[in-house]
């Protein structure tokens, strides 16, 4: 008599949900990436004796009735470009801090940051206080 035995089946693993991931895993990195590179390498050097505290900040302060000063100075609305060029040219920075009364509406606080922009200001900064 013979006997016959069962054939145990392969192990199969299904590779198609695994490459799947993998390739969505790839296009997700791909895309969250960056590839520019500067145009320019350089190395710039560092200065040691500066102190950053002791440089003059250029603030912008906008109050709840729309009255703007720059560093503490209140400007007349046509005066604003003209004095604030003149206060980030003096201060040597390329910075502006906006200090905006919370009732001063959005529009607002947009245009000064962009008549700040237009005056040279590379890094505008919006100040806050910190809430508990």
Known sequence: MEIVRKRKSRLHIELTPLVDVVFQLLIFFMLASSFSKPAIELNLPRAVTVDPSTMEQVVVSISGNGAVAVNGTPVAEGEFPGMFAAALKASGQASVHIRGDSDV????????????RRAGAEQVNLVHEVGE
């Open 105 to 116: 509406p959005y529009g607002e606080v947009l245009r000064i940051v962009d008549l700040a």
